[in-house]
């Protein structure tokens, strides 16, 4: 597979050809996970590669995320093929002052598939609407995600009004994002760390 082939239709934003690429790559034989680890998640990394050097700009990356939303609609059914959330449940969503969601959503569909119950709050969620959320659905997981440095210290404030809350002890709070470190995730005290969403399932299932 070829990332190429998903780069143009993300850098013009041209949800149809990104969309049937994807379609393309399933029919090819390759796995929803290697048509995103391979194919989509790489493309996507060369969009933020060329935002960072100036040679496109917010309204192009807007496009490219529009478009990937496209893209991993045709992957869902694939990746969430486990219904009805015996594993357990979670609470998950990007952390205050954050906009970035989709490697949270790839996350989500990532652990629906593993037969998590997934109560998504979405972005930029404060502590205090995460603490409600866990008062509110007693979840066994919290999943926090933070795409910008300037928000990874939302994950500490997080544990931080958990703890206040009295319900830190209550729950495993797992962290990720593409700053965010497992040395980091450790000084926060954070309960575990995942890379990518490949192995946010196979985290929780060590965590108990
Ligand atoms: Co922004 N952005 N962005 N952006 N953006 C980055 C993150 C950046 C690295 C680009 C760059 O400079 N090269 C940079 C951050 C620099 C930094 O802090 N180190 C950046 C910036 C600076 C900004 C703004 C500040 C730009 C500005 O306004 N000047 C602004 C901030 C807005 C805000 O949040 N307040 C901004 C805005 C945006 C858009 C809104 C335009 C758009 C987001 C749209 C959306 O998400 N709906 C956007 C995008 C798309 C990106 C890039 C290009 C792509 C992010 C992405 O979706 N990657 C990104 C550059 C890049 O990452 N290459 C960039 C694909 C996705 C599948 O990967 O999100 O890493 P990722 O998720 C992975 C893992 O990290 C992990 O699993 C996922 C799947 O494998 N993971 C978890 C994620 N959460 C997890 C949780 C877990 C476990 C694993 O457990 C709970």
Redesign the pocket.
């Known amino acids: 597979m070829d990332k190429d082939n998903f780069l143009e239709p993300l850098l013009t934003g041209d949800t149809e050809t990104l969309v049937r690429e994807t379609q393309k790559a399933l029919e090819e034989g390759n796995g929803p996970e290697g048509v995103?680890?391979e194919g989509?998640?790489p493309a996507?990394?060369v969009?933020?590669?060329q935002?960072?050097n100036g040679e496109i700009y917010?309204p192009e990356?807007?496009l490219?995320?529009r478009s990937?939303?496209g893209a991993m609609a045709v992957l869902k059914p694939f990746l969430v093929r486990t219904a009805g959330g015996g594993a357990g449940k979670v609470v998950?969503g990007?952390v205050k002052?954050?906009?970035?969601?989709?490697?949270?959503n790839?996350?989500v569909m990532m652990m629906e598939g593993g037969g998590y119950e997934v109560v998504d709050l979405g972005?930029?969620v404060a502590a205090e609407r995460f603490v409600e959320a866990v008062r509110t659905h007693k979840p066994a997981f919290v999943?926090?995600?933070?795409?910008?440095?300037?928000?990874m210290k939302e994950m500490r404030q997080t544990l931080l009004a958990l703890e206040k809350a009295e319900l830190r002890k209550s729950v495993r709070v797992?962290?990720?994002?593409?700053?965010?470190t497992a040395k980091f995730a450790a000084e926060i005290g954070a309960d575990g760390?995942?890379?990518?969403?490949?192995?946010?399932v196979a985290l929780m299932k060590s965590l108990g």
């Open positions: 995103l680890q989509l998640i996507m990394g969009v933020g590669e935002f960072r917010i990356v807007l490219a995320a990937m939303h998950i990007t002052g954050d906009l970035h969601d989709i490697g949270k790839l996350v972005a930029d999943g926090l995600s933070a795409l910008l440095t300037t928000t797992i962290v990720g994002g593409a700053p965010v760390f995942a890379p990518d969403a490949t192995s946010v």
